[in-house]
Nanobody, 136 residues
């Protein structure tokens, strides 16, 4: 059974950094693309960043490009999202999700498409989320 657990969220001041982790169990990450998504109540879910474990290509939304970095450590079966220069508008619940490699056309399509589909359909596997609050 696929299981994802996010951690690393918390309260940070504007300009600060956080590193989110997504620990996978029940499967190996190298067979999947991995994505980070965020949602604020009342707003649409956003695909923040996705990475393909097939070819290493990455996608970042315009709102985080240059500040966030996605990475994976297949030996630890964990994905990460390094978030620097955090802004109050980065405040959200952050989720990781994985998608079988064979379902991925491009990482951008993965990020945009899964943000729209969301959890609960069985198309991808999602974690339970971790809260990030950026405030002084």
């Amino acid at each position: 059974q696929l299981h994802l657990v996010e951690s690393g969220g918390g309260l940070v001041q504007p300009g600060g950094s956080l590193r989110l982790s997504c620990a996978a169990s029940g499967f190996t990450l190298d067979h999947y693309g991995i994505g980070w998504f965020r949602q604020v109540p009342g707003k649409e879910r956003e695909g923040v960043s996705c990475v393909s474990n097939k070819d290493g290509t990455t996608y970042y939304s315009d709102s985080v490009k240059g500040r966030f970095t996605i990475s994976t450590d297949n030996a630890k079966n964990t994905a990460f999202l390094q978030m620097n220069s955090l802004k109050p508008e980065d405040t959200a619940t952050y989720y990781c999700a994985v998608l079988d490699n064979w379902k991925i056309t491009t990482v951008q399509n993965m990020c945009v498409g899964l943000a729209k589909i969301g959890p609960g359909t069985g198309f991808a596997s999602w974690g339970q989320g971790t809260q990030v609050t950026v405030s002084s």
